[in-house]
Every structure is written in structure tokens, then in C-alpha cells.
């Protein structure tokens, strides 16, 4: 198997190919070995599962996968890395490359036609240039049993992020509505070509088999999370009535204090069970 991140071996391999690094697609090529490892070895992924990989690029973490999953199925946006990544991972007959925007693909559907019989998991060195959109789809499909990504290391910081924190923010809820996250381990800069400006994080999430909260509208749940953060230093009173306007700034005292909360809490302090009560209350109004 080629050692993709060793220096001396890639270099070489991508002038033999013309290649030159994109930075509107997010290329940071991995060049420790460790970290490849230690993502496939510490996301879990075993001859039960069945693995996407978003953006294998030159293929260090694709080669991991592939010789701990069952399946591997890798999507890459960037058609140049074809002749390399058939040299790099062409051995593996447990991996299907699809040549196209990750956005672009129904992943329930994905899932279902690849890993039937096998656990699926996620796992990525994302392109941070999207990685929200990117999250979001993995986490809304609503398929996977962890989705293991690296990020930047403040991404990972909200993600992971407790109530009450500066990171605490509405991605942090929309995250840990659909997972519990997990920091795994820092990663440096100097570990990939070409260098980023920032540190990079491993990151887990394991996708909640059931909601430990009762939630009576999701619509209006996430709603009620965007409204309460979008006027994050304000009273959580003056960003439900303007995100829900029927209620009125008495209208939405009333909802807090129906919930047992101080009119002067503010938003971003809130766990998620508080939310979920706040929008069934609201919920429940509406009807
Ligand atoms: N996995 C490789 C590694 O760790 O060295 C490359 C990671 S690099 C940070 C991100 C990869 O995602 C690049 O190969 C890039 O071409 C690919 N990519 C960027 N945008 C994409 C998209 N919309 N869909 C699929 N892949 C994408």
C-alpha cells in the first residue's frame, strides 16, 4: 500500500499528475499518518459497518477505512484526483468512488443502496469551507450510527459546547438534538500540506437511537432555537416575540414563566429540554 502522507512519496505523486492544490474545494491533504489511523480506529469502524467518506482526496483515510470496514463508499468532487486515487486505493474491491458534489446526493437514499445489512457510519477530513451544510445533511438523513468528522477546532468547540458557554450557539443545539458529541483529539496544522491557518479537531457524533426529549413539533422546536439565539445578548423574551410575532412581548413573558423559567433568562443558557418545553408551550398555543 502506497504511504500517501509520507512526504516524500506524495509530493512526487501529485507533480507526476499536474495536480495542484484548490483551495476553494478545501484541499488540506493529510500528511501524519497517526491521524488517519486514529480516526478509523476511533470511530468504531469495523467489518459490521459501512462507511462514507466525504472527499478522500489523495486517499490516506479511504486506505484506513477500507481495511477496517466492511464497505467503504467515498465521494469526491474534484475529477483530477481520479488517476491518483486509482493508484493510491485501486486494490480495495470494498470501495466505490462517486465522482460528484456530496451536496448534491440523497444520502438516506445513498446509504440504503450501498451498506444494506451493515451498520453505516460517516467519516470525513472535511472541507471546512462547508462544513455546516455538509453536517446537517449527514445528521437530517438520520442513517448513520456515528458520523466522525475533523473540523476546525472552534467548530468542534460548538458542537460539543454545554449551555451557558460562548460556543453554546444554534448548531450546538442542532447537533445534539440528532447526536452526542464526543471531542476526540486536537489536530495540529503541521500535519497537513498545505498548512491551514487553524487547528483541526476529531469530532464524534453518536446518533441518538431516541429522543430523550418530548418534542411535539420539530418545525416549530428549531424555530424556537433560532429565534432564541438570534438576539443572543438580549432577553430570550425580545427573540421569541420577534421570531414568533403572533405572540407579542406579553405573550411570550407568558410562555417563559409557563415554563418556569425567569422572565430575564436569556437564550443562549438553556438546555435542550428547556427548549423542547418552551416549544411544545408555544406549540400548544397555536393550535
Ligand atoms: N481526505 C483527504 C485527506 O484527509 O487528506 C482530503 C481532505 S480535504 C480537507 C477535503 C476533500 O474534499 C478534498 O479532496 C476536496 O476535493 C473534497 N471536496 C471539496 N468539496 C467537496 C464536495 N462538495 N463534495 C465532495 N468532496 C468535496
Known amino acids: 500500500m502506497i504511504d500517501v502522507c509520507n512526504i516524500q512519496v506524495m509530493k512526487p505523486l501529485l507533480e507526476a499528475h499536474g495536480f495542484h492544490f484548490s483551495k476553494a474545494k478545501g484541499q488540506n491533504f493529510l500528511i501524519a499518518r497517526w491521524v488517519p489511523e486514529e480516526i478509523a480506529r476511533q470511530s468504531g469502524v469495523d467489518q459490521t459497518v459501512g462507511v462514507l ?3 478522500p482526496g489523495i486517499g490516506p483515510l479511504t486506505q484506513q477505512l477500507c481495511l477496517n470496514a466492511k464497505k467503504v463508499c467515498a465521494v469526491e468532487l474534484d475529477k483530477r484526483l481520479q488517476p491518483i486515487l486509482k493508484t493510491t ?14 451536496l448534491k446526493q440523497d444520502v438516506k437514499k445513498l446509504v440504503a443502496e450501498q451498506f444494506s ?10 472541507p471546512y469551507y462547508i462544513t455546516s451544510p455538509i453536517l446537517t445533511a449527514l445528521l437530517e438523513a438520520e442513517c448513520f450510527q456515528a458520523v466522525t468528522v475533523m473540523v476546525q477546532k472552534e467548530v468542534a468547540q460548538r458542537i460539543a459546547a454545554k449551555p451557558g458557554t460562548a460556543d453554546y450557539s444554534a448548531f450546538t443545539v442542532f447537533c445534539q438534538y440528532y447526536a452526542e458529541p464526543e471531542i476526540l483529539f486536537d489536530v495540529p496544522a503541521h500535519c497537513f500540506l498545505p498548512q491551514p491557518k487553524v487547528t483541526s479537531a476529531v469530532v464524534t457524533l453518536r446518533t441518538r437511537k431516541e429522543l430523550p426529549w418530548e418534542i411535539h413539533s420539530k418545525e416549530i422546536f428549531f424555530r424556537t432555537v433560532r429565534a432564541s439565539f438570534a438576539m443572543r445578548r438580549k432577553k430570550l423574551t425580545n427573540g421569541l416575540a420577534s421570531g414568533f410575532p403572533e405572540l407579542g412581548k406579553a405573550g411570550a413573558e407568558d410562555v417563559i414563566r409557563s ?4 422572565e430575564n433568562v436569556r437564550g443562549e443558557t438553556l438546555d435542550i429540554g428547556q427548549f423542547a418545553a418552551i416549544a411544545n408551550e408555544i406549540h400548544r398555543r397555536r393550535k
Do not use: H, T
Not at 415554563?259 to 425567569?262: E, H, T, V
Open 259 to 262: 415554563c418556569g423559567l425567569s
Open 89 to 102: 486505493v485501486g486494490e480495495f474491491e470494498n470501495l466505490q468512488i462517486i465522482w460528484d458534489d456530496v
Open 53 to 55: 467518506e466525504i472527499g
Open 117 to 126: 445489512g451493515l451498520r453505516p457510519m460517516a467519516c470525513a477530513n472535511l
